[in-house]
Nanobody
C-alpha cells in the first residue's frame, strides 16, 4: 500500500505562484511514475502533469505548459508541482497520484494510476 498526502494549496491572486507537495509513505520503493490531476465540482478529474521514476521525463496538459512544472525528490519521497502565472481557471482541487507499473508512457488517464491523495484546494482570484 502507498499513502499520498498533498499540501501547499491556498488562495492566490492571478499571476501569482504556489508550490504543491505530495509526500509518499508505505510501499514507496516500488512507486514508479507519479502525476498531478485537478478537479472542479461537476466535472471529471483532469490530467495536469506526469513524471517518470527518475524524474528525467515529464509530460503536461496543453493548458498548463510553460506555467506549471512537475518534479520529484526520491530521497525525500516527495512530488512537487510548481505553479507560476496562475489563472482563475486553474482553480480546482489538486490530487497527486502514483502507480507501481514498470513502464512510463506519459500516462494521462485516471485509470492508469492506482494510488491517490486526498486533494488540496487551489483558488486563484481575478
Amino acid at each position: 500500500q502507498v499513502h499520498l498526502a498533498e499540501s501547499g494549496g491556498g488562495l492566490v491572486q492571478a499571476g501569482g505562484s504556489l508550490r504543491l507537495s505530495c509526500t509518499a509513505s508505505g510501499d514507496i520503493f516500488n512507486i514508479y511514475y507519479m502525476g498531478w490531476f485537478r478537479q472542479v465540482p461537476g466535472r471529471e478529474r483532469q490530467f495536469v502533469a506526469t513524471i517518470s521514476r527518475s524524474g528525467g521525463d515529464a509530460a503536461y496538459a496543453d493548458s498548463v505548459k510553460g506555467r506549471l512544472t512537475i518534479s520529484r525528490d526520491n530521497a525525500k519521497n516527495t512530488l512537487y508541482l510548481q505553479m507560476d502565472s496562475l489563472k482563475p481557471e486553474d482553480t480546482a482541487v489538486y490530487y497527486c497520484a502514483a502507480d507501481l507499473s514498470a513502464r512510463w508512457l506519459a500516462p494521462r488517464r485516471t485509470y492508469e494510476y492506482t494510488y491517490w491523495g486526498q486533494g488540496t484546494q487551489v483558488t486563484v482570484s481575478s
